[in-house]
């Protein structure tokens, strides 16, 4: 009789963990602090962006969003940290448009860019801005264009790495425009700006958010947007398009996670970053930077991201940038 009333215990026991093991196991997510990577040097757009978004998910889920910035190789080095991590949510990480560029640029990967992620939500679109040092005898890409005529090869488009969006906007101008400029290759947005400053380079492709502030103090100047129309915070600022037709170029902003994330967990980080981008007070801080936000379910970033690899593979094909 012990024996039965030790067994009939156990069973007992064996239910009531079974019943109660999963409300303890499953913890409302996020429960601690969470790895927000961005691919992006210090200072950068993408790296603005991060900040912000960053602040409004900690505020929406009581819990930190702690920025990790991880440049390197066009956003290589970030995206492989990203995929170390466990795929439960506590490591996500916002991109840009850098992130359809790499894969076709750098041909020995050790994950593929589409199959290896969790698509999770779009952040903003922004036009980039081509800026100039402030005594370059140019104001507008006309101008720019035939003082690239009469000096081949001499003026100098500085970018954050070959390869990179930046740097593929600048072919993407030159093709489009039928002019050279030399390429100078940097380490990341962060180290550009001191020498574009100093005119150790003349031009470079750059968020707005990245130079706002250098060029309302009059140390740099805007040339022209790349998106279609005008952007809101540069009214009187011409489209690259204006000059040099057909020449639209815009760069965006989105949050992906490893392979496998749980779908609660997706759905959960999506509703946030979607009513985050639904505030105004959100909207204007970005606009006064030129981006407008980009709502998106998971499947319809998906078939974004899906479609913007393919456009940007055959820009890099059309540039002929290869790194191995």
């Not at 507008?140 to 990179?164: C, D």
Request: hydrophobic share 45%.
């Amino acid at each position: 009789m012990p024996h039965l009333n030790r067994r009939m215990i156990v069973t007992a026991l064996a239910g009531l963990v079974a019943t109660l093991g999963p409300a303890y196991a499953a913890e409302p997510y996020p429960s601690k602090p969470v790895r927000l990577i961005t691919p992006n040097s210090a200072g950068s757009g993408a790296d603005n962006m991060t900040r912000r978004l960053a602040d409004q998910m900690s505020r929406a889920l009581k819990q930190p969003f702690v920025v990790e910035n991880i440049p390197g190789a066009g956003g290589v080095v970030g995206t492989e940290a990203l995929l170390r991590a466990p795929a439960d949510g506590y490591a996500i990480a916002l991109i840009s448009s850098n992130y359809v560029v790499f894969p076709h640029v750098y041909k020995k990967l050790t994950f593929d860019a589409m199959k290896d992620i969790t698509p999770i939500a779009g952040v903003a679109t922004s036009p980039m801005v081509l800026v100039a040092r402030s005594d370059l005898p140019a104001n507008n890409v006309g101008e720019l264009k035939a003082l690239a005529l009469k000096q081949p090869n001499k003026l100098t488009l500085g970018s954050s790495g070959n390869g990179t969006i930046l740097h593929l906007a600048g072919m993407f101008i030159q093709d489009k425009g039928q002019f050279s400029l030399l390429h100078v290759p940097y380490k990341g947005v962060a180290p550009v700006l001191p020498d574009l400053v100093s005119g150790v380079v003349d031009v470079a492709f750059m968020s707005y958010a990245a130079v706002e502030g250098l060029v309302q103090q009059g140390r740099l100047k805007v040339l022209a947007v790349s998106s279609a129309k005008r952007a809101p915070a540069l009214p009187n600022v011409p489209t690259l398009s204006e000059t040099i037709p057909d020449c639209v170029l815009e760069a965006w902003y989105a949050v992906i996670g490893p392979k496998g994330m749980p779908p609660e967990v997706v759905g959960k980080l999506n509703e946030v970053i979607n009513t985050t981008l639904q505030s105004p007070a959100f909207q204007k801080q970005i606009a006064a930077e030129g981006a407008l936000v980009a709502p998106m379910t998971p499947d319809q970033f998906k078939a974004f991201i899906a479609s913007e690899y393919v456009k940007h593979g055959e820009l890099v094909g059309r540039s002929g940038v290869v790194i191995q």
